[in-house]
């Protein structure tokens, strides 16, 4: 079974503060993924990687960035953390392939910012 | 071009109805076309999958239907359980790029 895991479920944080977001994956996946979901607007890709030290960006990378200094870890940063930030952080990952494939999606980490 | 549109919002069905989730797209490079199950304070997880080689796929009570030429894909819950209430996304993606493309999502609630 693909197992990605996320730091927190739950995080609570003040506006400035810098916030790390940690995702771990055991299947040796190439490509991990940082979306936001929130209600109404669905899953919004922030950020991507498709190999260590190698990243993408997504629909809305601002106020956001990343790391992959090794392949089964993948970390968001918000560098100084605002309000509009409070959202559900969902990491996945994913096989190398020709065609689509699965993405495999972490329980998520729910972050507040007050 | 690159939107998937999902339909409806929200659902409510009575316990052994057949819930039915449409999703539309227009960007015909799109091959891969998965259907993510989420419940409340989890991740999503997939549930079926099709590519566009075939028009129908089914898992136990799960069907997608694929219609290439209208550019639609649907997903069918036979004999719906209240087990089945959680928000269900559809999603896109062409080869040769890692992009999901995902739906707005639809809220499924199952009757007793």
């Known amino acids: 079974d693909v197992k990605v895991t996320q730091s927190s479920r739950y995080l609570v944080k003040r506006t400035g503060e810098k916030v790390f977001l940690e995702c771990v994956q055991d299947?040796?996946?190439?490509?991990m993924f940082w979306y936001r979901q929130d209600p109404g607007l669905g899953l919004r890709l922030i950020y991507f990687?498709?190999?260590?030290?190698?990243?993408e960006k997504g629909d809305i990378p601002e106020g956001y960035s990343v790391s992959r200094e090794k392949k089964e870890r993948f970390s968001l940063i918000l560098e100084s953390a605002s309000t509009n930030q409070t959202s559900m952080y969902l990491c996945?990952?994913?096989?190398?392939?020709?065609?689509?494939?699965?993405?495999?999606f972490g329980p998520g980490t729910r972050l507040l910012v007050l | 071009q690159q939107q998937v549109k999902q339909s409806p919002q929200s659902l409510i069905v009575q316990k052994g109805g057949i819930s039915i989730i449409n999703c539309a797209y227009e960007?015909?490079?799109?091959?891969?076309f998965p259907w993510y199950q989420q419940f409340p304070g989890k991740g999503p997880a997939l549930l079926i999958a099709i590519r566009p080689d075939v028009s129908e796929k089914k898992e136990g009570r799960f069907t997608i239907s694929f219609n290439k030429s209208a550019k639609q894909f649907s997903l069918h819950i036979m004999d719906s359980q209240p087990g089945d209430s959680a928000t269900y996304f559809c999603a896109a993606v062409s080869s040769g790029t890692y992009k999901y493309i995902f739906g707005t999502g639809t809220r499924l609630k199952v009757l007793a």
């Open positions: 299947m040796d996946h190439e490509n």
């Open positions: 960007n015909t490079a799109f091959d891969y």
């Open positions: 990687s498709y190999d260590v030290k190698m990243k």
């Open positions: 996945a990952s994913s096989r190398l392939a020709e065609q689509g494939e699965t993405q495999y």
